[in-house]
């Protein structure tokens, strides 16, 4: 079992920049591809950016130039850094652990909020 702690959220002006960490532990970290998701009131949960255990990465077109993703494998863990934010970006973000093999693995963190406001 993988368990997942956010932390790094909180309230910023338009422009700012947030540093999220989710700190993994109860298992190898590197097995795992990590990804941070979002949820905005009303809405659905979506992928913002993801990190195979390789280190390549992909984003969501809306944050593309403006988050980045990246993981210390031997900390057990990732980080979304978020730059220029905007308040469309104001949501829970939600790290997410993901082993695939014969069979899928998933863990989800309990989330950190993220809101941007003037």
């Known amino acids: 079992q993988v368990q997942l702690v956010e932390s790094g959220g909180g309230l910023v002006q338009p422009g700012g920049s947030l540093r999220l960490s989710c700190a993994a532990s109860?298992?190898?970290?590197?097995?795992?591809?990590m990804g941070w998701y979002r949820q905005a009131p009303g809405k659905q949960r979506e992928l913002v950016a993801t990190?195979?255990?390789?280190?390549?990465?992909v984003s969501v077109h809306s944050v593309k130039g403006r988050f980045t993703i990246s993981r210390d494998n031997a900390k057990n863990t990732v980080y979304l850094q978020m730059n220029s934010l905007k308040p469309e970006d104001t949501a829970i973000y939600y790290c997410?652990?993901?082993?695939?093999?014969?069979?899928?693995?998933?863990?989800w963190g309990q989330g950190t909020q993220v809101t941007v406001s003037s």
């Open positions: 997410n652990a993901h082993y695939s093999g014969l069979k899928d693995y998933i863990y």
């Open positions: 109860g298992s190898i970290f590197s097995l795992y591809v």
């Open positions: 990190i195979t255990n390789g280190g390549s990465t």
